[in-house]
Structures are given as structure tokens and as C-alpha cells.
T-cell receptor
Framework: GEDVEQSLFLSVREGDSSVINCTYT??????LYWYKQEPGAGLQLLTY?????DMKQDQRLTVLLNKKDKHLSLRIADTQTGDSAIYFC?????????????FGRGTSLIVHP | NAGVTQTPKFQVLKTGQSMTLQCAQD?????MYWYRQDPGMGLRLIYY???????DKGEVPNGYNVSRLNKREFSLRLESAAPSQTSVYFC??????????????FGSGTQLSVL
């Protein structure tokens, strides 16, 4: 199975909240990340959370981390059409003394009026 | 503010042809990475360079070679392109390197088609 798992699609109405979920495998990951990819573009870091935190809030974004269950979620409040994109969860996985960024398959968020 | 620059943006190759994808960053970052993105597969790491002068294999290195030319530049070479290498390729960099958990900065990608 996949190491970093996400659902592939999420559809929401404009103004509603969106919640994108992710599970990861490496309990040694110090940071966990959310990246956003808009059509035809590279990925941009959206937010990240340090592993000793349970929650991080940044304007409309809320990241929740359940380290026991290795579960990460991204909540976008008041979702707008401009939030339509692919969202990638990522962990930094320990590998021979290095930390290699490892990504999930991405969740396509579709926001409709 | 150029960040990470990849060239070319688009490329079409015939099976068996070779080509080099170029990547340069102007942020004085230590580590650089090459990923490929396929539909429904997310990003898979091909090779990375933890620091100038070093390179290591990632998850899917077969059919590729890399060169860390200097601190700024990290190129990806396909010696004999195959249709299975049709993908979007992303270069990325990070500041302090793979010894710490660092966020990545990405280029805008190269769309490669191998016929």
C-alpha cells in the first residue's frame, strides 16, 4: 500500500469548509506539510506543522495532527473558487541519516458556486 | 525573484532519443531534487542531491542520470527515452539540506512526451 495516503477528490460548495485528510507512516517525521498545486504550475508550500503540535491555525487554514493515529488534516474555512487545486500531504521520511520529502497522491479540491 | 527555474517547459521525444532537463536555483540552497508526477500517482522522487558534489537515488531512478554541476544547477538526463518516461518533471530545492526537515521550493515543471 501507499506510504502517504489521501483521498483523490473532494467537491465542496463555495463558502463551505473543506477538510482534506491524510495518513502517513513514518513516526519519526518531524515536520508534516501541505502543498498546493494550481493547474499548470509547480507545488507551493501552503503550511506545515511540527510533530509536537496538535494544531496550527493560519488565517483560513487549520492543520490538525493526531500523532498516535498518524493522521493529518487540512481544513479550509470559507472555501473560495480560487482554492480549487490539488493538495498534497507530505512527510519528511528518515532514510540513512537524511530526511527525504515523500508525497501522497494529492487530493483534487473542486469548489463550485 | 526567479526561485527555481526549469528548462524546457515542454519537450517531445522519440523513443531512444536522449535529452537533458536543466534546473537552476538562485536561493543558495544546499539540496536539490528531481520528481516526476504522473496522473493519480502523486510525486515520486527520482534523484536528489543533498549538497554540492553528492547525488543519491530516490524511489524511481532507473533510466535516469543526474549531475550536480555546481551549487545552483542540477540536471536530469534521459539517455534513451522510453514511453514510460512520459511525465511532468519537477525540480525542487531546500535550504539546509536533507539533514533537517526542510520545506521545498518547486520549479514550474517540464512536460515531457515520449512517442
Amino acid at each position: 500500500g501507499e506510504d502517504v495516503e489521501q483521498s483523490l477528490f473532494l467537491s465542496v460548495r463555495e463558502g463551505d469548509s473543506s477538510v482534506i485528510n491524510c495518513t502517513y507512516t513514518d513516526s519519526s517525521s518531524t515536520y508534516l506539510y501541505w502543498y498546493k498545486q494550481e493547474p499548470g504550475a509547480g507545488l507551493q508550500l501552503l503550511t506545515y506543522i511540527f510533530s509536537n503540535m496538535d494544531m496550527k491555525q493560519d488565517q483560513r487554514l487549520t492543520v490538525l495532527l493526531n500523532k498516535k493515529d498518524k493522521h493529518l488534516s487540512l481544513r479550509i474555512a470559507d472555501t473560495q473558487t480560487g482554492d480549487s487545486a490539488i493538495y498534497f500531504c507530505a512527510e519528511s521520511r528518515a532514510s540513512g541519516g537524511s530526511y527525504i520529502p515523500t508525497f501522497g497522491r494529492g487530493t483534487s479540491l473542486i469548489v463550485h458556486p | 525573484n526567479a526561485g527555481v527555474t526549469q528548462t524546457p517547459k515542454f519537450q517531445v521525444l522519440k523513443t531512444g532519443q536522449s535529452m537533458t532537463l536543466q534546473c537552476a536555483q538562485d536561493m543558495n540552497h544546499n539540496s536539490m531534487y528531481w520528481y516526476r508526477q504522473d496522473p493519480g500517482m502523486g510525486l515520486r522522487l527520482i534523484y536528489y542531491s543533498a549538497s554540492e558534489g553528492t547525488t543519491d537515488k530516490g524511489e524511481v531512478p532507473n533510466g535516469y542520470n543526474v549531475s550536480r554541476l555546481n551549487k545552483r544547477e542540477f540536471s536530469l538526463r534521459l539517455e534513451s527515452a522510453a514511453p514510460s518516461q512520459t511525465s511532468v518533471y519537477f525540480c525542487a530545492s531546500s535550504e539546509f539540506g536533507v539533514a533537517t526537515n526542510e520545506k521545498l521550493f518547486f520549479g514550474s515543471g517540464t512536460q515531457l512526451s515520449v512517442l
